[in-house]
T-cell receptor, first 114, second 113 residues
Framework: AQSVAQPEDQVNVAEGNPLTVKCTYS??????LFWYVQYPNRGLQFLLKYITGDNLVKGSYGFEAEFNKSQTSFHLKKPSALVSDSALYFC????????????FGTGTRLKVLA | NAGVTQTPKFQVLKTGQSMTLQCAQD?????MYWYRQDPGMGLRLIYYSASEGTTDKGEVPNGYNVSRLNKREFSLRLESAAPSQTSVYFCASYPLGGPGELFFGEGSRLTVL
């Protein structure tokens, strides 16, 4: 069965510092991996995805993520955090084998301190 | 272009009452999903419909029923609401072809007293 783990409930980082939000996954085959962001009282907004190819994928708002197959990880990163990046971040996985089931992690709250 | 529209946005029910959450998408997407979001639990998949005419259980289907009314609409029904179903419910959709991302509605906040 697919699963996603986001080990940190909250990540605090100072504005201007690099940030990392961690995600590990478990699937039986190849994964499709996604990051979403949620602002208060809003739906989820897509940030970026890994399907195949280059392990470093770039997305919206300066975010990027690194796919590591051996560690089954897909960590979200940004070189320089902004206060406006403060939000709830979700990692999601879908098996590439044909199922249309998307499984999400429990979310990580990012707080960027001015 | 509205995307994914959910109604109602807010609802308060008493235990044992029934209600239906409606979801419609105008993007000609094939697959549709219902998730619930609870603090500390993240998003959990309730049911999904890979294409018109099919529905499948997700992680937490108990207490819910769904109907894929047509390609545009996917409803979620609570037959006898329980306080444990107090949550924020999100509908999402996905187009045919390609390993793309889900598109989400703005959510429906349900309180069961």
């Amino acid at each position: 069965a697919q699963s996603v783990a986001q080990p940190e409930d909250q990540v605090n980082v100072a504005e201007g510092n690099p940030l990392t939000v961690k995600c590990t996954y478990s699937v039986s085959g190849n994964p499709y991996l996604f990051w979403y962001v949620q602002y208060p009282n809003r739906g989820l907004q897509f940030l970026l995805k890994y399907i195949t190819g280059d392990n470093l994928v770039k997305g919206s708002y300066g975010f990027e993520a690194e796919f590591n197959k051996s560690q089954t990880s897909f960590h979200l990163k940004k070189p320089s955090a902004l206060v406006s990046d403060s939000a709830l971040y979700f990692c999601a996985v879908r098996e590439a084998s044909g199922t249309y089931k998307y499984i999400f992690g429990t979310g990580t709250r990012l707080k960027v301190l001015a | 272009n509205a995307g994914v529209t959910q109604t109602p946005k807010f609802q308060v029910l008493k235990t044992g009452q029934s209600m239906t959450l409606q979801c419609a998408q105008d993007m000609n997407h094939n697959s549709m999903y219902w998730y619930r979001q609870d603090p500390g639990m993240g998003l959990r998949l309730i049911y999904y419909s890979a294409s018109e005419g099919t529905t499948d259980k997700g992680e937490v289907p108990n207490g819910y029923n769904v109907s894929r009314l047509n390609k545009r609409e996917f409803s979620l029904r609570l037959e006898s609401a329980a306080p444990s179903q107090t949550s924020v419910y999100f509908c999402a959709s996905y187009p045919l072809g390609g390993p793309g991302e889900l598109f989400f509605g703005e959510g429906s906040r349900l309180t069961v007293l």
